[in-house]
């Protein structure tokens, strides 16, 4: 197939020249060619294919095939991003929220990006505008009176949020799904978890280590235990990190402390 994509993307057909791209980025009947994949990218990205400009962006922010370039990786994101891919905005969004890739740091522009990836159910983006919304202490006054706190509908967006990533195939989107879903007992309310090894949603046992995930048996208890102990493991791992995360911000506000006091506020 490799062979064939590549023949048409000569011929400048922009949908072959992504999949030519991504034969020559996953060596998939061609061999791995960093510098291959980012030319074909290059070529359908600038005929408005979103999908390449995701992927090209991705070549400048690492510097795979091209010189790293944060500017210009931000810059094909809009692109993909005002195009309507979902992921895109939501990187975009958090470029905004950072100042990232040369851009002037820009709350307004990064919630509403972050807005339209939620709308189309991105878990991160649903996370990020849920946290804002219950209390952010982080987002500037004038964009705080612009988009006044809201509780109940930010729960509503971290209930979406964990949702979504329960029902992924990814690990790490699971893990951090019952982290959430720990953490804001409130949400387990709402979100409907099912046995986590065949789906059923009545008759359900909760694990007693992490209080979220449900079985419905011991079938299921064995089956999915290889998978669930890493999840496990993984949870106490993040807590231990959050806890002298704390203890390090903490001596650092009182490093600070004083009346010209720097701010030690984190981005979300």
Known sequence: AAHYFILAADQGIAESQFNAGQSYHLGRGRPQDDAKAAHYYRLAADQGDAKAQVNFAKCYSRGEGVSQNFGKAVGYLRLAADQGHTLAQCDYAQACLHGAGGLPQD?????????????????DSLLALGAMLIDDEHVPADVRAREPADPRAGAKLLARAAQSMMESHLASDRLQALELLRNHADLRKVVSV????????????????????????????????????????????????????????????????????????LLL
């Open 107 to 123: 709350y307004g522009e990064g919630i509403r990006y972050h807005r339209l990836a939620a709308d189309n159910g991105h878990p």
């Open 194 to 265: 099912c046995c986590i090894g065949c789906g059923k949603t009545e008759g359900l046992n909760v694990c007693t280590r992490c209080h979220v995930a449900k079985f419905c048996g011991t079938a299921c208890i064995c089956q999915m235990w290889p998978d669930h102990k890493p999840e496990l493991q993984g949870l106490a791992g993040r807590a231990a990190r959050r806890r002298v995360a704390a203890v390090m911000h903490d001596a650092q506000k009182c490093q600070l402390a004083g009346p010209h006091r720097q701010s030690t506020r």
